[in-house]
């Protein structure tokens, strides 16, 4: 098996999807399984995965710095609240603060993460997402 150099903001972005998983007190199999969907995705190991959660880094000063990073992290997030169906207000809390943290305007975080939302929950992927956003 090919050994792939995981990233510290790789890293990041999947500890940010545990903690997005657990916040509504509710770790649900869907969203677990969504979790090592979205490794394998990014060919990460099961075993990289396990690690990269029981071994956790300080993830605050790591934040994507490309738009294109920026909306694929959030898209990922979303389709982690999404997982089981329901969006709880700490989800949505959650939510918010990582638009913020990824450096959106205030006036524009409840939009974004509406649409975020709406996205999801009717099926549009990554690649239709950042088209819309760039036109």
Known sequence: MENIQITENLKAHFLRLYQMAI?????????????????????ISSKNLD?????????????????????????????MIWADGIVSPNEYSA????????????????????YLIEAVKIGKNKTDILYELKN
Do not use: H, W
Request: net charge negative; charged share 30%.
């Open 95 to 114: 939510m918010e603060k990582y638009v913020i943290m990824f450096g959106f305007l205030d006036e524009n975080v409840k939009a974004i993460v509406d």
């Open 51 to 79: 690690e990269i959660l029981l071994n956790p880094i300080n993830i605050k000063s790591l934040v994507p710095q490309t738009i294109e990073e920026k909306v694929d992290y959030l898209y990922d997030l979303t389709v």
């Open 23 to 43: 916040c509504d007190d509710d770790f649900s199999a869907l969203e677990l399984k969504m979790l090592y969907k979205c490794a394998e995705e990014r060919g």
